[in-house]
């Protein structure tokens, strides 16, 4: 059974009176371990869909399904505690409160969650070890580079050992060489078993997946399946065929 089904999403918001389709009707199955990069230009729903398939927001007309669950069968309260449990989300913002450490950062949705202390302490430093983050536990977000906040951001995402991982351009404010580093380690986690679905703009990021949609206008148009290595000239060349 798929961990995440997009069923004929639409997406219709309003603008000072105009309608704006920012979804026409995008359907999608991911299937347990699968690392699914949806890419596409700013402003082609990419970010859209992924606040839908995590329960952020709510489509004019179609069904998301995670795990069995649909999500408009459930109150926003029910769904948050859906977010919490199975799906991880990992902004290109970052989001972390600034006036807490890093340790508390990624332990806060795992207390929320209902885990004890000890657990979520257990989990958070095994988190931080894997990131190469663990000597930085006690700093506050404004020591740290973009790169070591995206790794704390991907540790908090993950401290509820979620069915699902969503990126937001999760490298768009990092550097060639911090973002290489973050990708690199969430296609570690996706060899480890973890299913990763991102959005982006970029043909390097999306060549780390091992699938590839390709969005444009509210609407998937092409995709294909890549091979090991993040070649970028892979994604670039299937462009040049969608876009000849």
Same mark, same amino acid.
């Given at each position: 059974?798929?961990?995440?089904? &997009?069923?004929?999403?639409?997406?219709?918001?309003?603008?000072?009176?105009?309608?704006?389709?920012?979804?026409?009707? @995008?359907?999608?199955?991911?299937?347990?371990?699968?690392?699914?990069?949806?890419?596409?230009?700013? *402003?082609? *729903?990419?970010?859209?869909?992924?606040?839908?398939?995590?329960?952020?927001?709510?489509?004019?007309?179609?069904?998301?399904? @995670?795990?069995?669950?649909?999500? %408009?069968?459930?109150?926003?309260?029910?769904?948050?505690?859906?977010?919490?449990?199975?799906? *991880? !989300?990992?902004?290109?913002?970052?989001?972390?409160?600034?006036?807490?450490?890093?340790?508390?950062? $990624?332990?806060?949705?795992?207390?929320? &969650?209902?885990?004890?202390?000890?657990?979520?302490?257990?989990?958070?430093?095994?988190?931080?070890?894997?990131?190469?983050?663990?000597?930085?536990?006690?700093? !506050?977000?404004?020591?740290?580079?973009?790169?070591?906040?995206?790794? $704390?951001?991907?540790?908090?995402?993950?401290?509820?050992?979620?069915?699902?991982?969503?990126?937001?351009?999760?490298?768009?404010?990092?550097?060639?060489? %911090?973002?290489?580093? @973050?990708?690199?380690?969430?296609?570690? !986690?996706?060899?480890?078993?973890?299913?990763?679905?991102?959005?982006?703009?970029?043909?390097?990021?999306?060549?780390?997946?091992?699938?590839?949609?390709?969005?444009?206008?509210?609407?998937? @148009?092409?995709?294909?399946?890549?091979?090991?290595? *993040?070649?970028?000239?892979? $994604?670039?060349?299937?462009?040049?065929?969608?876009?000849?």
């Amino acid at each position: 059974m798929p961990v995440l089904e &997009a069923r004929n999403l639409h997406k219709v918001y309003r603008s000072d009176g105009v309608a704006v389709k920012a979804l026409d009707g @995008v359907s999608l199955a991911v299937e347990p371990g699968e690392f699914v990069a949806v890419m596409g230009p700013s *402003g082609c *729903g990419k970010s859209t869909f992924l606040h839908l398939l995590a329960g952020l927001d709510t489509p004019t007309q179609g069904e998301v399904v @995670v795990e069995g669950h649909r999500l %408009s069968a459930m109150n926003e309260s029910q769904r948050a505690v859906l977010r919490r449990r199975t799906i *991880g !989300f990992v902004f290109q913002a970052y989001n972390l409160i600034p006036n807490l450490t890093v340790a508390d950062n $990624v332990e806060i949705p795992g207390l929320l &969650a209902g885990s004890s202390a000890q657990e979520v302490a257990r989990r958070r430093e095994a988190l931080l070890e894997a990131l190469g983050i663990a000597d930085k536990a006690r700093a !506050f977000p404004s020591q740290l580079s973009g790169g070591q906040q995206q790794r $704390v951001a991907i540790a908090r995402a993950l401290i509820n050992e979620p069915t699902l991982l969503l990126a937001d351009e999760p490298t768009g404010n990092l550097d060639s060489r %911090s973002g290489n580093e @973050v990708l690199a380690l969430l296609r570690r !986690f996706n060899a480890q078993g973890q299913t990763i679905v991102l959005v982006t703009h970029d043909p390097k990021v999306a060549s780390f997946a091992r699938r590839v949609i390709f969005m444009r206008d509210g609407r998937f @148009v092409s995709q294909m399946n890549t091979e090991a290595g *993040g070649d970028p000239a892979q $994604v670039i060349a299937r462009l040049v065929e969608i876009e000849a």
